[in-house]
């Protein structure tokens, strides 16, 4: 059943006209049809119209579009929006590191996590081995769980090694 405002399939609004309006407002140069065709960006005011209509269903949107919306824009394109403003799922794993990573973040980084005062203290640079392993930790959140790692040291470890400094790698990789 189909009413002006809305889309109700099974008792439930999947979209609305106000959240079909804006889509076309905020996607409009993305959606236009023909060429060029311009990619969006997940984090742009269009992707995030988009995912205020329920699943992101671009169908429920095309079937409330007029007969001129539908020259007016590209019902291809509004479609695809579906899949490109999807956000990308978190990692399955979530703040749990190995002996493995905990022991490459150790040897990688041993000149820059060493617990003696030093005149010049010593900054890891994205792309060195410390750095690679750093990032292979795994992240909790959006932050990599150096934690994680500091968790795994052993009390030999933790006297041979600023834990500190091991928890503030991610701030120079």
Same mark, same amino acid.
Do not use: N, Y
């Given at each position: 059943m189909a009413s002006p405002h809305h889309v109700v399939i099974s008792k439930r609004t999947i979209c609305t006209k106000k959240? +079909?309006? +804006?889509i076309l407002e905020k996607c409009n140069y993305f $959606?236009?049809?023909g060429y060029p065709i311009y990619l969006v960006s997940r /984090?742009? =005011?269009c992707c995030a119209a988009v995912r205020e209509v329920q699943d992101r269903d671009m169908e429920c949107v095309i079937m409330m579009l007029t007969r001129q919306q539908k020259t007016q824009y590209s019902v291809k394109k509004i479609r695809a929006l579906h899949r490109l403003c999807e956000l =990308?799922?978190? =990692?399955?794993?979530? %703040? !749990?590191? !190995? !002996?493995?990573? +905990? /022991?490459?973040?150790l040897q990688d980084c041993k +000149?820059? $996590?060493?617990p003696v005062n030093?005149?010049?203290r010593l900054v890891p640079i994205m %792309?060195? =081995?410390?750095c690679n392993g750093v990032n292979k930790v795994p992240k909790k959140g959006v932050k990599i769980d150096m934690q994680c790692v500091v968790e795994l040291l052993t009390d030999e470890e933790k006297n041979h090694h600023d834990v500190s400094k091991i928890l503030n790698l991610p701030n120079h990789c």
């Open positions: 959240q +079909k309006e +804006k $959606i236009q049809p /984090d742009s =005011p =990308p799922s978190l =990692p399955k794993m979530i %703040g !749990t590191c !190995t !002996t493995e990573q +905990k /022991d490459a973040v +000149k820059f $996590i060493m030093q005149r010049r %792309g060195q =081995p410390c």
